[in-house]
Structure formats: C-alpha cells, structure tokens
Nanobody, 122 residues
Framework: QVQLVESGGGLVQTGGSLRLSCAAS??????IGWFRQAPGKDREFVSD????????RYADSVKGRFTISRDNAKNTVYLQMNGLKPEDTAMYYC?????????????????WGQGTQVTVSS
C-alpha cells in the first residue's frame, strides 16, 4: 500500500521561500505531481515529475519560481518554491500515479497525501 506524507509547509512573507517534501512508501519510482487547493477554489495542478526525473511540467502561474525534483534513493519528491506570492496560499498535496504520465490528478487517480498548508502573507 502506497502512502504519501507531505511536509515543509508554513507561514512565509511575500517573496520568501519554502521547500515542500513528499515522502513515499511502497510502490515508489512512479510519476508524482503537486497540486494545490485554496479555500473556495478547485484543486489545481502545480507541477509534476516523471519517475526518472527526466521530465517535468509546471503550471504557468509557477514557472520560473518553483522547481520540482526527486531523490529516488530517499523515495522523496521536492517542490522548491521561491518568490512566493499571496496567491500561492493553499493546501498543497502530492499525488502518485502508477499509471499515467503526465499526471492527471483526478480524485481517484493513484494515491494522495494529506496535504501541507502554505500561507503567504502580504
């Protein structure tokens, strides 16, 4: 059974940085994506990375500010977030999909973590 645990969220000022981690246990070496959901809004795609790390994608809203990476030896995917803005405030979730690439992020696709809260103050 795959389990995902996100960490690294917190409160940061505009322009600050955070690094989120998604630690996976069981069924690793699959594509993993990051999604976020702000209050009252739908969950949206942020970034994903292939199992090898050779392919990555980013939402337009985070390109140039966020960087996704993975360390398969540690079964962990990271999301380095720089230049944070108040509109980045959301609960961030990681999704492991053993079937699809690119990640689709459907509610029943693969496995989801419990999320980590990111709050950016203005």
């Amino acid at each position: 059974q795959v389990q995902l645990v996100e960490s690294g969220g917190g409160l940061v000022q505009t322009g600050g940085s955070l690094r989120l981690s998604c630690a996976a246990s069981g069924g690793t070496l699959y594509a993993i994506g990051w999604f976020r959901q702000a209050p009252g809004k739908d969950r949206e795609f942020v970034s994903d990375i292939s199992w090898s790390g050779g392919s990555t994608r980013y939402a337009d809203s985070v390109k140039g500010r966020f960087t996704i990476s993975r360390d398969n030896a540690k079964n962990t995917v990271y999301l380095q977030m720089n230049g944070l803005k108040p509109e980045d405030t959301a609960m961030y979730y990681c999704n492991l999909d053993p079937v699809r690439w690119p990640i689709r992020g459907g509610p029943n696709d693969g496995y989801w973590g419990q999320g980590t809260q990111v709050t950016v103050s203005s």
